[in-house]
């Protein structure tokens, strides 16, 4: 069975983010979540090429961390300015929705100004939400999703229910030290 195409950087990080809220509010999403992330089971290398990395039972591969660096990085700056693995980590069903609220406003903070540091992001189209729009042929399904009843061949008729987010330009610092520690632990001294 070939595997899908992977989708594009910023439609993954749109994807995390919503998945994000899902997996804390729905128990059976986030169980099939858990078991989707169990690592695949490293593939042998001839000795010679075999990287050095910690020896644990689920250790990463050289291939998935050279593939995966950016993505780190962009985590580990989410992290630090708006703890966001902290929150994602965050057993929440014994705190008060305002208690949430408050955590995720500060969450949202913090990768907010990620997002507006890192990126100069612009709407993919221009007409304000609500309007109708005209969908000519030969458009970009990347940057274009057509929902509801898709019948038939362009130009298609519609309501733009989201402008989108198109990339710019990226602004992000270089990645520095281990790619895997995207926080590093705190400890306090007497």
Known sequence: MPSPTAPPFFVRLWLALVCLFRIVLDKEFAAAVAVLRTPPKPVAMPSKERPTLPATPHAITAAQLSRCEQALHLLALFQREGRLIDFCQ??????????IGAAARTVHDGVRKVIHQSFT?????REPEGSA???????NPGAIRLTGNVIGNPPFQGVLRHHGWKVTQIKMPNPSGDATILAPAEVELP
Not at 90 to 99: I, T, V, Y
Not at 133 to 139: A, E, K, L, R
């Open 133 to 139: 729009v005209s969908i000519p042929g030969g458009f």
């Open 90 to 99: 965050e057993e929440l069903a014994s705190f008060s929705d305002a208690q």
């Open 121 to 125: 992001l612009e709407p993919v189209r």
